[in-house]
């Protein structure tokens, strides 16, 4: 204990350090100063909390607590730092460091600084916040000022319709996951009513009210973390907020849904019932395929990486439900794989996430666009983004050796050792996950495909994207360290797997085999003789690969220079409009999905032979979450408004008499209680 009591209460201290620098930001306003003294200040403070956080994680010991004589009388406020929060301090904090790094130079450009950084520190505060808590009070406490200071800067630019409506639904999708956490606490602290959670983990739980914790801690946390059909906020509010705050919301603040999850239902509410496994398993496989196919059909670039965010998290939620299924059969070693699995990939995910949303503020930034139809040709004109952007490609996509790879490896792996599960609901349920997962992995690389090559192959498509130059040094640091972290993270994953057996002997009580000590830096998730991977040795087959072919076209391809025409698609024109273009190259997946996932409307305009004028082509693509459940949901709660609405206008009399009779129904009900 002593040995992780400074770095812990140096990582909360940090977190008073973020609030008064949202106090400065709110007292600087829009002075020129305002933007390098906050990211700078954030930066610094996101380095220490960082630091703390890796000596708590690499250093493990018994959990470090803190009660502070303020919130809930009787409780107070009360902290704590083990294994888990750790971990996710970890990942908060080296996201926090990351960005702020990469807003010292894109922050120069925004349009209205004096809203944005007041709540940006105060955003850093509250992530970290609800990571330390560990009582119900100051959780949700500091859960809603998480929410709220996020939706401040999603609503930065509240003159656009579109920001304004996005940052209204996120608040209430915000209001709605608070709500059902508050009742989920409620539920597991019992009829003592022990908000603490020292107090909650030694309650007995019967069988229906953990069944309902969990439900409910499902739709909390998972409406905060993106899960399907909860996640039609979030590929509206990442797009509307600033690209470095996206990659906060996107890369971080979901993995903040994440941790919740895990702990009310890992750690809180008991021995898991198998049935959660199933039901956590089954919104995860709909989540991820659902994700990338939605993701597929934009092309706005930042609502494509929002919709990734989606198949991401479904994939993390994949790897929690076999834990919790391996976990509620005593199967512990396969339950610390898939809690790894799924662990690592929340690392990873706020990596190369975050890399991308950097890219694409990049691109923003250059070209004043996001629109993929009116970009193209940015290899020419930022070179060293292009770079960056496409290792972010390549680790989201899961191409060996980089880190996105060797979770979702991992995770097939406690897919494959799912037979040992006796419960044949599971054992039907798992491969069709498995499917889900391996459509989503084959139909991400596509996607990315045609993210990369629409955006910086070919010719530019408009003038803006002609003129785009590259972007500042903070902006590139920033992305080329995050694509260093994909690249260490696939090549020697063993360390992070090793890394994380004390959080999977706390939650599983098991841990994989040791990797580390494996020969030439392998990992053997099961056993050697069963399956491995080496992503040291693919790294420099791929080097060795790649120099040899390039040394032998060099020695042995002709000096000669020959001109041929090139295949021009069967267009003789010189245009940016011949070339494949993003609509067109999802078409297809468009064509086999449509009728199925989601309603697709097209309107094609042809001119008729003859005629002097453009055609055009129009498609509409209708999320089936706003048609079966939110849509009927907005318009039954307008009805009702309306009908409730001409209340305000009774008499005196009719007010009198409303009141009289609701007194008399109360009185019957409670004589009819009794």
């Not at 090139?566 to 468009?590: E, K, N, V």
């Not at 849509?631 to 009774?650: D, E, H, T, Y």
């Amino acid at each position: 204990m002593p040995g992780i009591d400074l770095p812990a209460a140096t990582g909360l201290w940090c977190v008073p350090g973020f609030l008064c620098l949202a106090g400065v930001a709110a007292a600087v306003g829009q002075r020129k100063l305002a933007t390098p003294l906050i990211y700078g200040g954030s930066l610094a403070l996101a380095l220490v909390a960082l630091g703390a956080a890796l000596t708590c994680f690499l250093q493990p010991g018994p959990p470090w607590t803190l009660a502070l004589p303020i919130g809930l009388p009787g409780i107070g406020a009360r902290f704590r730092v083990d294994a888990l929060s750790a971990f996710f301090l970890v990942v908060v904090n080296l996201g926090a460091a990351i960005t702020s790094l990469y807003a010292l130079g894109y922050g120069r450009h925004e349009e209205a600084p004096a809203r944005v950084l007041p709540f940006y520190a105060a955003f850093l505060a509250g992530m970290n916040l609800v990571i330390f808590a560990d009582d119900a009070f100051t959780y949700l406490l500091a859960w809603e000022f998480m929410s709220l200071a996020s939706w401040a800067i999603v609503l930065a630019r509240h003159r656009d319709p579109a920001n304004s409506r996005a940052a209204f639904l996120y608040l209430v999708m915000a209001s709605f996951g608070t709500l059902c956490l508050l009742l989920g606490f409620g539920l597991l602290a019992g009829p003592a009513g022990g908000y603490a959670f020292e107090t909650i983990r030694r309650v007995s739980h019967t069988p229906f009210a953990a069944t309902l914790a969990v439900v409910l801690a499902l739709l909390g946390a998972g409406s905060k973390a993106g899960l399907v059909p909860l996640h039609v906020w979030l590929p509206l509010a990442h797009p509307a907020a600033p690209s470095h705050v996206s990659a906060l919301l996107s890369g971080v603040m979901t993995k903040v849904g994440v941790y919740g999850f895990t702990r009310i239902v890992l750690d809180l509410a008991g021995p898991p019932n198998p049935w959660f496994g199933l039901t956590v398993l089954t919104l995860g496989g709909i989540t991820a395929a659902i994700g990338v196919l939605y993701a597929l059909m934009q092309h706005d670039l930042k609502r494509l990486l929002a919709y990734h965010t989606v198949e991401n998290i479904g994939i993390i939620f994949i790897g929690l439900g076999l834990a919790l299924a391996f976990r509620a059969n005593g199967i512990k070693v396969a339950a610390a794989l898939a809690l790894t699995a799924a662990l690592f990939h929340v690392f990873n995910h706020s990596v190369f996430k975050s890399l991308l949303f950097f890219g694409a503020g990049a691109v923003l930034t250059a070209a004043g666009e996001r629109d993929m139809e009116r970009l193209g040709g940015l290899i020419h004109r930022m070179p060293q983004t292009t770079v960056a952007f496409l290792i972010g490609c390549a680790a989201i996509s899961a191409l060996p050796p980089l880190n996105g790879f060797v979770s979702e490896w991992l995770t097939f792996q406690a897919i494959l050792v799912s037979p040992d599960l006796p419960q044949w609901g599971l054992k039907l349920t798992v491969p069709a996950a498995g499917a889900l997962l391996a459509l989503s992995a084959a139909l991400a690389a596509a996607c990315f495909v045609k993210a990369f090559g629409v955006t910086f192959l070919g010719r530019p498509r408009s003038a803006a994207a002609k003129a785009a130059m590259e972007v500042d040094t903070f902006s590139l640091t920033a992305m080329f360290l995050l694509a260093a972290i994909c690249f260490l993270a696939g090549v020697l994953p063993g360390f992070v797997i090793d890394a994380l057996s004390p959080l999977t002997a706390m939650l599983t009580g098991g841990t994989m085999p040791h990797q580390a000590a494996l020969p030439w830096m392998s990992i053997a998730p099961i056993a050697e003789s069963r399956s491995s991977y080496n992503g040291l040795i693919i790294l420099t087959f791929l080097i060795a690969s790649g120099s040899v072919t390039a040394m032998a076209i060099h020695r042995f391809a002709t000096r000669a220079t020959r001109r041929s025409a090139i295949w021009d698609c069967g267009f003789p024109l010189d245009a940016p409009q011949t070339q494949y273009g993003s609509a067109s190259f999802s078409m297809p997946i468009r064509r086999v999905f449509g009728t199925v996932v989601f309603s697709v409307f097209e309107r094609v305009d042809m001119p008729r032979p003859g005629e002097l004028r453009a055609g055009s082509f129009r498609m509409r693509i209708i999320d089936p979450a706003w048609r079966l459940a939110y849509g009927p949901i907005a318009r039954g709660v307008a009805s009702i408004s309306l009908i409730l609405n001409q209340l305000q206008f009774l008499t005196i009399r009719r007010y009198l008499t409303l009141v009289v009779c609701t007194l008399i129904a109360l009185l019957l009900l409670v004589a009819t209680w009794r």
